[in-house]
């Protein structure tokens, strides 16, 4: 018998010395002393607020050549979005403060890394607790793993993300 804590417990230790706030691990994060031997993956949400929540750039980042991922309205509340340059930051926030967004169901390690990989050591996985939202209003809230700001503050201005804006800006830089 094995005196190690569950993948949950293991995954929720980790400590974050910037924020008090616990946070998921990706495979290239751990260290060889540290792990204890891969577990099974369990499949959970990832909530997204920028770039993502397009369909064919989630596809494009998971290398998938099926059809679009399935993706669903959400939320999370306590946090705050500012911006990166062109991009959204994920910051805590006020407790009541909404962002919103699209979650998906990842279902693998592979998947995890090639978002964590895309996303830049600017961002770190964090847990958190998604509202699925349905036509009135919240469906049902879950556990599960966004992509918060790991950068310094002073990086960061003030504004939103708009994906159809992004998406213009995007097809006019290409242009260039």
Sequence with gaps: MTDKPSLMVREFLVDDSKNTTKRYQTSFERSVEESWPEEAFQRHYCFFYGTLMDPDILSRVLKSSKKPPIMHRARVMGYQVKLWGLYPALLDGESLNPVDGMAYELRSQTQLDRLATYETEQY?????????????????????????????QDE????????????KEEQLRALD
Excluded at 127 to 141: E, M, N, P, R, Y
Excluded at 156 to 165: I, R, V
């Design 124 to 152: 770190r996985l964090q847990a958190c607790l998604i509202d699925l939202l349905s036509d009135d209003g919240v469906g049902k809230t879950i556990e599960g793993v966004t992509f918060v700001w790991n950068g310094e």
């Design 156 to 167: 960061l201005k003030e504004g939103t993300f708009n994906l159809k804006q992004w998406k």
